[in-house]
Nanobody, 121 residues
Framework: QAHLVESGGGFVQAGGSLRLSCTVS????????MGWFRQTPGKEREFVAA????????NYADSVKGRFTISRDNAEKAVYLEMINLKPEDTAVYYC??????????????WGQGTQVTVSS
């Protein structure tokens, strides 16, 4: 099972940007579709974005379309989330995980510790 480590979170003002990284220790990383999720206190974890094993296809939640971009580097066993024009409602702990498929992004692995993103108004 893959071990996931997220990083890159921080505190930014509304309109700012951040780039999250997720490193994955799994021998077959390039065969996994990957996703980003986020969670705020008292709410269920929600889907943010997913990317196919080759990086040729991606999928986004409506709330982040046009502002977030998911990418991956299979040689580095890493997946990234570039976030621009951040809004206070993007404040959450962000997690990555393997998913069933890019357009059926049900998470399949164990969760890492996540990385906190805080956007001030």
């Amino acid at each position: 099972q893959a071990h996931l480590v997220e990083s890159g979170g921080g505190f930014v003002q509304a309109g700012g940007s951040l780039r999250l990284s997720c490193t994955v220790s799994a021998p077959s990383f390039s065969t996994y579709a990957m996703g980003w999720f986020r969670q705020t206190p008292g709410k269920e974890r929600e889907f943010v974005a997913a990317i196919s094993p080759t990086g040729g296809a991606d999928n986004y939640a409506d709330s982040v379309k046009g502002r977030f971009t998911i990418s991956r580097d299979n040689a580095e066993k890493a997946v990234y989330l570039e976030m621009i024009n951040l809004k206070p409602e993007d404040t959450a702990v962000y997690y990555c995980n393997t998913v069933v498929r890019t357009f059926s992004p049900r998470p399949t692995g164990s969760w890492g510790q996540g990385t906190q993103v805080t956007v001030s108004s």
